[in-house]
């Protein structure tokens, strides 16, 4: 487990050995096309299928090392939806973030287009105002697009997992090839907060 620092939210990296193959196996599945986007995805219960099985309980590791490293005052977390993205050449995602949820993750399953997160620090550009970065220029280098929005990216390289904050806002960029991955959320689960709740009296 490798932790990410994204702006500085705290986000996880893992990587994913198999020897499934699961583009196959998302091909398989009843695939629809996303609207708007040309994306296809299925699901979104992937984790109760027995045929990702494995994935599954690779996920939920992930998420009980989480839970370790963080001694979160609940009994650990559960996935509640899992899918599988399909993007054709020339797509991408538009920015939005997992609502209803704790924890988000994507397993990317072969090299493509990353993952951007966007600067969730909104007061960085409220409440002043809007002054330009002029181009750098050195000897050995010119440094365009300095005006251009903060974000992060994430390359996409097969077998490896992000687990992200849900509240992230992300999307995915324009792919150049076929794109596949599987994503899913995670809830807490058990009584929250049972030994940090003070009583008021």
């Keep these: 487990m490798k932790k990410i620092h994204l702006y500085p939210v705290e986000a996880y990296e893992f990587q994913f050995v198999s020897m499934t193959n699961w583009v196959e196996l998302i091909m398989q599945q009843d695939l629809k096309p996303r609207p708007n986007t040309g994306v296809l995805n299925c699901g979104p219960r992937l984790q109760e299928l027995a045929e990702f099985s494995e994935m599954t309980t690779f996920f939920e590791h992930c998420l009980n090392d989480i839970q370790e490293d963080n001694n979160y ?15 054709p050449v020339g797509t991408s995602q538009e920015p939005h ?38 181009p750098k220029i050195d000897a050995t280098n010119l440094t365009f697009n300095t005006n251009a929005e903060h974000v992060e990216k994430i390359e996409s ?24 991955s599987v994503s899913f959320n995670a809830l807490p689960v058990g009584v929250i907060n049972k030994l940090t709740t003070i009583e008021v009296l």
């Design 73 to 87: 005052d609940c009994d650990g977390f559960r996935i509640t939806s899992m899918w599988g993205n399909y993007y």
């Design 97 to 134: 973030r997992h609502a209803n949820s704790y924890w988000s993750g994507c397993l990317y399953l072969n090299t493509s287009a990353p993952t951007v997160f966007y600067d969730p620090l909104m007061q960085r550009s409220l409440g002043q105002i809007e002054l330009n970065k002029i």
């Design 157 to 180: 390289t097969p077998g490896k997992l992000i687990i992200f904050p849900s509240w992230m806002v992300h999307d995915t960029a324009v792919t150049q090839e076929e794109r596949w």
